[in-house]
């Protein structure tokens, strides 16, 4: 699975941008997908992660502003990122696991994005 993000730049506080990550190769039905960012300087953390449909896993930061969600016809999934805040400035990363199971753990998945730069500005 090789997995492609577009959607990253710039936008003031308050703004919203849409992250999306593609993938090729086998499809992404039945696999756990998941958003991780990191910022300079620190390490690399989980933001939101959908297992099936339905399901989905957020960051406390994120929670109410961002919104995972996947297209297993397009082989692409999705974060909604809405009321942007300075602190959100990161790499943002999506990554896929083999397994249905969604964990918070970067460790626990095996393919990832090239990243995609958020930076919002006051």
């Known amino acids: 699975v090789q997995l492609v993000e577009s959607g990253g730049g710039e936008v003031q506080a308050g703004g919203s941008l849409r992250l999306s990550c593609a993938g090729s190769?086998?499809?992404?039905?039945?696999?756990?997908l998941a958003w991780f960012r990191q910022a300079p300087g620190r390490e690399r953390e989980f933001v939101a992660a959908?297992?099936?449909?339905?399901?989905?896993y957020y960051e406390d930061s994120v929670k109410d502003r961002f919104t995972i969600s996947r297209d297993n016809a397009k082989n692409t999934f999705y974060l909604q990122m809405n009321s942007l805040r300075p602190d959100d400035t990161a790499v943002y990363y999506c990554?896929?696991?083999?397994?249905?199971?969604?964990?918070?753990?970067?460790?626990?998945?095996?393919?990832w994005g090239q990243g995609a730069q958020v930076t919002v500005s006051l």
């Open positions: 990554a896929a696991r083999i397994s249905a199971a969604a964990y918070r753990i970067a460790q626990e998945y095996e393919y």
């Open positions: 959908i297992a099936g449909v339905f399901t989905t």
């Open positions: 190769g086998p499809s992404f039905g039945g696999k756990a």
